[in-house]
């Protein structure tokens, strides 16, 4: 079973703020990808990153698909309270066939104080 | 708008029970997945389908089945519920192509009493 570390697991920052969330694997993956989710509703793709190196950005977030396509980043720029929410990291397979399976990092409950 | 709908937000059982957690999904997906969701644990697969009738086990699909007689429809059963299975239920689809992501449900928080 491949495993994605994701770190940390609560930020809590003041409106302005610069933040990174990192998500490590020992794992290669085919592509990587980040979803934001709000409470009582299901997880929504932000991004998804494919070739090692990538850099992506959408607005105030960057993210980054490592080298080797073992790790990520999401790098948010003058956060805002509308940030708030749970950021997930989740990798695809790089070997065989996996249906479109993806492995979910623990999650990262971010908070944003006006 | 395309969207895949859970049947219940909300639900409450017995132990004991077997339970039925119903998700559609309006875009022609093959894949359709079936995870729960627990604080500091993410999100972990149970089982998924990639084609009407065909099921694969997921990484904790213990005391869990699942039924995809239809293309649109993926089913979660809870044989006979318990209380360690109380959790956030998402659904999820995705198709051909992976990089468009997961289209996932709202979601069905299951308590089990």
């Known amino acids: 079973t491949q495993l994605l570390e994701q770190s940390p697991q609560f930020l809590s920052i003041q409106e302005g703020e610069n933040l990174t969330v990192y998500c490590n694997s020992s794992?290669?993956?085919?592509?990587l990808q980040w979803y934001r989710q709000e409470p009582g509703e299901g997880p929504v793709l932000l991004v998804t990153v494919v070739t090692g190196g990538e850099v992506k950005k959408l607005k105030r977030l960057t993210f980054q698909f490592g080298d080797a396509r073992k790790d990520s980043s999401l790098h948010i720029t003058a956060a805002q309270p509308g940030d708030t929410g749970l950021y997930l990291c989740a990798g695809a397979d790089a070997g065989g066939t996996s249906y479109g399976k993806l492995t979910f990092g623990q999650g990262t409950i971010l908070t944003v104080h006006p | 708008d395309v969207k895949v709908t859970q049947s219940s937000r909300y639900l409450v059982k017995r132990t004991g029970e077997k339970v039925f957690l119903e998700c559609v999904q309006d875009?022609?997906?093959?894949?359709m997945f079936w995870y729960r969701q627990d604080p500091g644990l993410g999100l972990r697969l149970i089982y998924f389908s990639y084609d009407v009738k065909m099921k694969e086990k997921g990484d904790i699909p213990e005391g869990y089945s699942v039924s995809r007689e239809k293309k649109e429809r993926f089913s979660l059963i809870l044989e006979s519920a318990s209380t360690n299975q109380t959790s956030m239920y998402l659904c999820?689809?995705?198709?051909?192509?992976?990089?468009?992501?997961?289209?996932f449900g709202s979601g069905t928080r299951l308590t089990v009493v």
């Open positions: 794992s290669v993956f085919s592509s």
């Open positions: 875009m022609d997906h093959e894949n």
């Open positions: 999820a689809s995705n198709g051909v192509t992976l990089n468009y992501g997961y289209t």
